[in-house]
């Protein structure tokens, strides 16, 4: 039961912080501490900022990983049992209790009906092993969704006698099977957070936040709409949360909604959100590793002002004067997959503005203006593959649309880099997905002709000459 239990955990995470960013908001039901303008989905326009709460960076580390804020799990007991202690290399420092010796994806806390339980915490899908080191912050690129993962926790219940451990366990498993449908992907490395959040949204009151097994609202579409998660440094200079920029105001409020699959009330929401000031503060506090390969100096010198030419109106400049527009831009000015930014639109409006009136609605708000952040690229070597959906695997391939491969698949090996294309080492298939009999190949295949998945846009790249673009590749190197 180990592997299948624990890749049942990571799920349900999704759900929670999903929370929402593929579904727009209508500017009627906006609110919170952010007033922009409705949509103008023919321009280009620049996200305006919102004051954040003051937090304690050091503080927001400790909470984040010892803290309670996913609100059930599995019993101690049960997972004790079932799991060995995780090696060193997983283990994170500044841990308490039993969290010391768990992995840095997983945390044991007392639930409010005082059981020790452990539940995947925010570094599940927001930390990433990369050169066979763990970064904290680092997007998670090869965690599975492509199974149905609410069958196997409730296999934890083999261990267990007490009463109350039992109650925990089902609540637990009951919020798996209530998400379990809407979060398969097709495809590994690619994540469900943002319909996961939808089916969360739904299945609870919205003034009261207490959980109905009927859901108040009607569920979204089965089909994922891929999602790659973006590394946590951007949000230092990121005026609003999310590939659409749907995530405004009080950003530490937007991220309590991690606390959406179990935590049942306001009072216990509240006490979450009180640190979550913190937990943002430490989130912006995050700088990208550093390039560790060699880099050409001057080829870089060059590269930089090709950058300039070509790619700072969007992406923004680096180094001493650094500046970033906040750009968000038209889906046809952008070209990439449309479905995230428009397709979960049938569904947005009633789950924008459930958002939006409950008690996260109280200082932040969703919105959604049906285009793309172009995003910081601070760190950018580190974050393959590329676009919101993961579907290009390295930059150069990005820099130059007609060499993108339509069916591709990798190792998922964190040390397979490759330091001249920039990403990961690749081999291009003949054939997608349809044509694999095998599952277990199947679903390590990037198939980006399905829905969701497309590889097409982002020709900014195109015009420029080879060695423009190489130079621009080792300029991207040193931010
Ligand atoms: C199940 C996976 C998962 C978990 C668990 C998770 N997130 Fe996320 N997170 C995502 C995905 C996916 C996105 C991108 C969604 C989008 O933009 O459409 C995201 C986006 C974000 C962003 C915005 C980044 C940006 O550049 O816009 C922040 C900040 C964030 N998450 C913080 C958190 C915090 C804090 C927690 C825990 C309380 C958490 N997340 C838990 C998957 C997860
Ligand atoms: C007109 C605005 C614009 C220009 C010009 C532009 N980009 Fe982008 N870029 C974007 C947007 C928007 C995205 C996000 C698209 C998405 O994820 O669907 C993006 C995404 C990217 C990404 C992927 C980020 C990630 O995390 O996956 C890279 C790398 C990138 N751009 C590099 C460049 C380079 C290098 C240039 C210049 C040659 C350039 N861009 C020019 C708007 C622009």
């Given at each position: ?5 624990l ?5 349900p995470?999704?759900?929670i912080?999903a929370?929402?960013s593929?579904?727009?908001a ?15 989905t023919t ?7 919102s004051?954040?709460?003051s ?8 909470a ?25 290399s997983?283990?994170?420092?500044g ?14 806390f ?6 020790e ?7 599940s ?15 998670n ?6 199974n ?9 219940m083999?261990f ?9 366990l ?42 109905s ?6 569920l ?6 891929p999602?790659d ?15 659409t920029?749907?995530?405004?105001g009080?950003h ?15 009072d216990i ?6 640190y979550?000031?913190?937990?943002r503060a430490y989130?912006a ?5 550093k ?8 080829l ?7 950058f ?6 969007c ?8 500046s970033?527009p ?14 995230l ?5 049938q ?15 109280e ?20 974050t393959a ?5 993961g ?10 649309s007609?060499?993108?491969p339509?069916?591709w698949?990798?190792?998922?090996d964190s040390?397979?880099?490759n ?17 694999e ?8 295949i990037y198939?980006?002709t ?10 900014f ?19």
């Amino acid at each position: 039961m180990r592997v299948s239990s624990l890749a049942l955990l990571a799920l349900p995470f999704a759900a929670i912080v999903a929370n929402c960013s593929s579904m727009p908001a209508s500017p009627a039901s906006d609110a919170g501490a952010d007033s922009a303008t409705p949509a103008d989905t023919t321009h280009p326009m620049s996200i305006a900022g919102s004051t954040q709460r003051s937090g304690d960076p050091t503080k927001g580390y400790d909470a984040l990983v010892n803290e309670g804020y996913v609100g059930c799990g599995m019993p101690w007991t049960a997972w004790s049992k079932a799991f060995a202690s995780a090696p060193e290399s997983q283990r994170l420092p500044g841990r308490r209790g039993h969290s010391e010796q768990l992995a840095y994806n997983v945390t044991a806390f007392k639930t409010p009906a005082g059981v020790e339980v452990v539940s995947p915490n925010c570094l599940s899908c927001h930390a990433a092993m990369l050169q066979g080191k763990l970064v904290v912050g680092l997007g998670n690129t090869d965690q599975d969704y492509t199974n149905d993962p609410a069958a196997n926790a409730s296999l934890a219940m083999f261990f267990l006698t007490e009463q109350a451990e039992k109650d925990e366990l089902n609540k637990f498993v009951g919020r798996l099977k209530a998400v379990a449908p809407y979060t398969r992907t097709e495809t590994i490395g690619v994540n469900p957070a943002d319909n996961v959040a939808a089916v969360l949204f739904a299945h609870r009151d919205r003034k009261t936040l207490a959980w109905s097994d009927t859901p108040l609202l009607a569920l979204p579409p089965k089909v994922v709409v891929p999602v790659d998660v973006p590394p946590w440094w951007r949000m230092s200079k990121k005026n609003a949360m999310f590939y659409t920029a749907a995530g405004r105001g009080d950003h530490g409020r937007i991220m309590t909604a991690a606390s959406t699959l179990c935590v049942d009330s306001v009072d216990i929401a509240r006490s979450i959100d009180a640190y979550f000031g913190d937990v943002r503060a430490y989130v912006a506090s995050i700088k990208p590793p550093k390039y560790p390969f060699a880099i050409d100096e001057a080829l870089a010198a060059k590269g930089r002002n090709v950058f300039g030419y070509n790619c700072s109106r969007c992406h923004g400049t680096y180094g001493d004067a650094p500046s970033y527009p906040n750009l968000l831009l038209p889906i046809a000015d952008v070209g990439t997959d449309p479905a995230l930014a428009s397709g979960a639109a049938q569904f947005a409006g009633e789950y924008v503005t459930w958002f939006n009136e409950s008690f996260f609605g109280e200082t932040s708000n969703l919105r959604s203006e049906n285009g793309y952040y172009a995003p910081p690229l601070d760190g950018i070597w580190a974050t393959a593959p590329f676009l919101h959906n993961g579907s290009v695997p390295t930059i150069a391939a990005l820099l130059e649309s007609n060499t993108r491969p339509k069916y591709w698949t990798r190792t998922f090996d964190s040390s397979d880099y490759n330091a001249v294309a920039l990403g990961w080492n690749f081999t291009a298939l003949e054939n997608g997905q349809d044509a694999e009999p095998d599952p277990a190949k199947r679903i390590r295949i990037y198939d980006t002709t399905k829905l969701g998945y497309a590889a097409t846009g982002h020709t900014f790249g195109d015009a420029l000459s080879a060695g423009d673009r190489t130079a621009v590749i080792e300029y991207l190197k040193t931010l």
